[in-house]
């Protein structure tokens, strides 16, 4: 988590970091799933399983949604 931490340039603990890092994970693959049809078949109702996802990462962050 240092090197995260000191290439963005927080001062964070690590359990922010990694909390963090995974959120851009799930944000990221969330997105790229949608762009490249994985969800196609799977998801019916993909916006509200977006809005969904973003919130629990959201959470995850710290925010309070």
Do not use: C, K, Q
């Amino acid at each position: 988590m240092a090197r995260v931490r000191d290439g963005v340039g927080l001062t964070v603990p690590d359990d922010v970091v990694a909390r963090a890092v995974t959120a851009w994970s799930g944000l990221f693959g969330t997105v790229g799933f949608e762009l490249f049809g994985t969800f196609e078949n799977t998801i019916e109702e993909r916006a509200d399983y977006f809005d969904h996802s973003m919130t629990l990462l959201a959470r995850l962050i710290g925010f309070e949604v």
